[in-house]
């Protein structure tokens, strides 16, 4: 398959403003694939070469790829610089430069190529490895046409910027595989199960979706994390849960989810990135403390070793550098507090209910005072579950999850469910929660920042068209250094135009691709006839907005856009604070 069709379908969606489109644009794709490079192409398709969770980067600066360039060209690098500056982005240049002097291809580039070049380039590590990436490049450039350098330059340095979700490849997958887009449920489960696109594709292709029905956990594959509701009252939660439930802390940490194979481990963000060199310290403990093949799901917190008392969320993001030292596990120790377990030695335990799964937990750990079982009471009447929550507040918790115990308790990978109900501190205040919003477009400033964002618009997720409505325009919270920081994360991902996962009224004066999420607080939320969330579905041609709005100074780096607090979410907790008020 030759790569001048990746780089058409790049075109096609870089110029289109709709969602259909896109998919169209997929589906077509995909059906021209042959089977055997249908994983190539997915993950070609927003530009990786493999699922995010094997933490495969090129590590391919802009300043690499126009040294590679400038050798291809026979100019000098400045000359290629200038032009960068001059259109304010490489892929462009490179286009420029190319059809300017008239660059002839030499060959024909084909898919494999690039994919193989591509992975080569991310696994060149150790001495001498910059320019062993440089020539791998180079020999792609050599044969790349004026379209094909541009979008092989914006691959290398990561600034695809096409912004396609994982749900809008799923549907994709599902038309193109099995003619109808009610078959992305059984793709989708399989995708929660193993968290790799291409891996799913490639069983789809080859073997139809009986074989995608068949796939199975895999310890070293991330499970997509199953995730909780929220509810504003221990009354309401129990109703919910059939008067009875398992409340366990919620501990403010980090989620992380553990693999272990024999002497080999891993461990997964609740993004599902790589994060098992951040805590050699808790790999140490797992090992004493289960001696299994497992997977299992824990908070990791910061604690005084000296008391054993949880240290503020704060102090975790210290662990967050690419090289954790001595000096980072001593000053920021870590115990892990266990709640769930989904595979052991062999058996898949997702559809196994709750108590059974908290039972296997509770018999295999061996609990020392690094690692522990959360917390947790079984509760059956609202005075012990405010009593319990009041309890873990006390203990520097942020509050409880609620955990149904019916025979349908089973882990469900990747859903939002009321199988989980966490009842927070916030949710008393008349605004139930912070909310969790993606960045999609900026308003200009004034003063000190004139020509630069003053303000962002801020969007949740809608999961059933894969969009983005807008809730607010923010403008307050955020420090010098922030403004600094956002810069510096927002301007490579600047767009000539309104993405087309983004539904706004508002015109903004920039935007950008949604993948920034902020945690934003405010006043309350109210019908709006400017903001796009709940378009309709509160009041007619109302959406919901929310009043006096500020930034909390919480970057949530661990969340994706898709997992932005959704639309859904946003009109009950309007309809709960609404509750609240008329009550009190
Ligand atoms: P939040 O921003 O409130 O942490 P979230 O979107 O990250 O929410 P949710 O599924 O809504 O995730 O809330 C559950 C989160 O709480 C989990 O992702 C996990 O990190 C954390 N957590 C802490 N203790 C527990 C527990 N006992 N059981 C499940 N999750 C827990």
Same mark, same amino acid.
């Given at each position: 398959?030759?790569?001048?069709?990746?780089?058409?379908?790049?075109?096609?969606?870089?110029?289109?403003?709709?969602?259909t489109?896109?998919?169209? &644009?997929?589906?077509?794709?995909? %059906?021209?694939?042959?089977?055997?490079?249908?994983?190539? *192409?997915? #993950?070609?398709? @927003?530009?990786?070469?493999?699922?995010?969770?094997? !933490?495969?980067?090129?590590?391919?600066?802009?300043?690499?790829?126009?040294? &590679?360039?400038?050798?291809?060209?026979?100019?000098?690098?400045?000359?290629?610089?200038?032009?960068?500056k001059?259109?304010?982005?490489?892929?462009?240049?490179?286009?420029?430069? #190319?059809?300017?002097?008239?660059?002839?291809?030499?060959?024909?580039?084909?898919?494999?190529?690039?994919?193989?070049?591509l992975?080569? @380039?991310?696994?060149?590590?150790?001495?001498?490895s910059?320019?062993?990436?440089?020539?791998?490049?180079?020999?792609?450039?050599?044969?790349?046409?004026?379209v094909?350098?541009?979008?092989?330059?914006? $691959?290398?340095?990561?600034?695809?910027?096409?912004?396609?979700?994982?749900?809008?490849?799923?549907?994709?997958?599902?038309?193109?595989?099995?003619?109808?887009?009610?078959?992305?449920?059984?793709?989708?489960?399989?995708?929660?199960?193993?968290?790799?696109?291409?891996?799913?594709?490639? @069983?789809?292709?080859?073997?139809?979706?009986?074989g995608?029905?068949?796939?199975?956990?895999?310890?070293?594959?991330?499970?997509?994390?199953?995730?909780?509701?929220?509810?504003?009252?221990?009354?309401?939660?129990?109703?919910?849960?059939?008067?009875? +439930?398992?409340?366990?802390?919620?501990?403010?940490?980090?989620?992380?989810?553990?693999?272990?194979?024999?002497?080999?481990?891993?461990?997964?963000?609740?993004?599902?990135?790589?994060?098992?060199?951040?805590y050699?310290?808790?790999?140490?403990?797992?090992?004493?403390?289960?001696?299994?093949?497992?997977i299992?799901?824990?908070?990791?917190?910061?604690?005084?070793?000296?008391?054993?008392?949880?240290?503020?969320?704060?102090?975790?993001?210290?662990?967050?550098?690419?090289?954790? $030292?001595?000096?980072?596990?001593?000053?920021?120790?870590?115990?892990?507090?266990?709640?769930?377990?989904?595979?052991?030695?062999?058996?898949?335990?997702?559809?196994?209910?709750?108590?059974?799964?908290? %039972?296997?937990?509770?018999?295999?750990? %061996?609990?020392?005072?690094?690692?522990?079982? *959360? =917390?947790?009471? *079984? *509760?059956?009447?609202?005075?012990?579950?405010?009593?319990?929550?009041?309890?873990?507040?006390?203990? !520097? +918790?942020?509050?409880?999850?609620?955990?149904?115990?019916?025979?349908?308790?089973?882990?469900?990978?990747?859903?939002?469910?009321?199988?989980?109900?966490?009842?927070?501190?916030?949710y008393?205040?008349?605004?139930?929660?912070?909310?969790?919003?993606?960045?999609?477009?900026?308003?200009?400033?004034?003063?000190?920042?004139?020509? $630069?964002?003053?303000?962002?618009?801020?969007?949740?997720?809608?999961?059933?068209?894969?969009?983005?409505?807008?809730?607010?325009?923010?403008?307050?919270?955020?420090t010098?250094?922030?403004?600094?920081?956002?810069?510096?994360?927002?301007?490579p991902?600047?767009?000539?135009?309104?993405?087309?996962?983004?539904?706004?009224?508002?015109?903004?004066?920039?935007?950008?691709? =949604?993948?920034?999420?902020?945690?934003?607080?405010?006043?309350?939320?109210?019908?709006?006839?400017?903001?796009?969330?709940?378009?309709?579905?509160?009041?007619?041609?109302?959406?919901?907005?929310?009043?006096?709005?500020?930034?909390?100074?919480?970057?949530?780096?661990?969340?994706? =856009?898709?997992?932005?607090?959704?639309?859904?979410?946003?009109i009950?907790?309007?309809?709960?604070?609404?509750?609240?008020?008329?009550?009190?």
């Amino acid at each position: 398959m030759e790569y001048r069709r990746l780089a058409e379908f790049y075109e096609q969606i870089e110029k289109s403003t709709r969602r259909t489109d896109i998919i169209n &644009a997929l589906v077509k794709l995909f %059906k021209e694939t042959p089977k055997e490079l249908i994983d190539k *192409v997915v #993950y070609l398709s @927003i530009g990786k070469i493999a699922p995010e969770y094997t !933490g495969l980067d090129y590590n391919f600066g802009e300043k690499l790829a126009i040294r &590679a360039l400038a050798r291809i060209l026979k100019i000098p690098s400045t000359e290629i610089e200038k032009k960068v500056k001059l259109l304010g982005d490489l892929g462009e240049a490179g286009r420029k430069l #190319y059809e300017e002097l008239g660059y002839q291809p030499q060959g024909v580039l084909t898919v494999e190529e690039v994919y193989n070049g591509l992975k080569k @380039i991310a696994e060149a590590v150790g001495v001498g490895s910059q320019e062993r990436k440089i020539r791998i490049f180079m020999e792609l450039l050599k044969k790349a046409t004026s379209v094909e350098v541009k979008y092989l330059l914006r $691959t290398i340095t990561e600034r695809l910027r096409l912004g396609i979700g994982d749900n809008t490849i799923l549907e994709a997958l599902a038309v193109a595989f099995t003619g109808s887009s009610l078959n992305r449920e059984v793709i989708e489960r399989a995708y929660n199960l193993t968290s790799d696109l291409g891996y799913v594709a490639k @069983i789809l292709a080859e073997k139809g979706l009986e074989g995608v029905k068949q796939v199975k956990i895999e310890v070293g594959r991330p499970v997509r994390p199953m995730l909780a509701e929220r509810m504003g009252s221990p009354v309401l939660i129990l109703r919910k849960l059939g008067g009875r +439930c398992g409340a366990e802390y919620k501990f403010d940490g980090e989620r992380v989810q553990a693999h272990r194979k024999g002497d080999q481990f891993w461990l997964f963000s609740r993004r599902l990135e790589n994060i098992t060199h951040q805590y050699p310290d808790l790999i140490e403990f797992l090992k004493e403390a289960i001696p299994h093949d497992f997977i299992v799901e824990l908070e990791a917190v910061v604690i005084d070793p000296a008391s054993g008392e949880l240290r503020p969320f704060q102090e975790l993001m210290h662990r967050k550098v690419k090289y954790v $030292t001595r000096y980072h596990l001593e000053k920021y120790p870590v115990a892990g507090f266990l709640f769930d377990i989904i595979y052991l030695d062999g058996e898949d335990l997702t559809l196994k209910p709750y108590p059974e799964r908290r %039972k296997i937990l509770e018999e295999v750990v %061996k609990r020392t005072d690094r690692i522990d079982l *959360v =917390p947790r009471k *079984v *509760v059956d009447n609202p005075e012990d579950l405010e009593n319990f929550f009041y309890q873990a507040i006390e203990e !520097g +918790c942020e509050g409880l999850v609620c955990k149904s115990l019916a025979p349908n308790s089973i882990y469900q990978a990747g859903k939002r469910g009321f199988l989980w109900i966490k009842y927070k501190r916030d949710y008393k205040s008349v605004l139930a929660d912070t909310l969790d919003l993606v960045v999609v477009g900026g308003f200009l400033g004034k003063g000190q920042r004139s020509g $630069t964002f003053g303000s962002l618009l801020m969007a949740c997720y809608d999961p059933e068209s894969d969009t983005f409505k807008t809730v607010c325009k923010v403008g307050t919270g955020f420090t010098e250094d922030d403004f600094k920081k956002l810069e510096e994360i927002l301007n490579p991902r600047k767009l000539d135009h309104r993405h087309p996962r983004v539904n706004s009224i508002l015109e903004a004066d920039m935007w950008f691709e =949604p993948y920034l999420v902020l945690e934003i607080t405010g006043a309350e939320l109210t019908l709006s006839p400017v903001h796009t969330c709940g378009w309709g579905k509160v009041a007619q041609n109302r959406g919901l907005g929310l009043r006096f709005p500020r930034f909390t100074g919480r970057y949530r780096f661990d969340k994706r =856009p898709e997992d932005a607090t959704t639309e859904q979410e946003i009109i009950e907790m309007y309809r709960m604070q609404r509750k609240v008020r008329v009550s009190s």
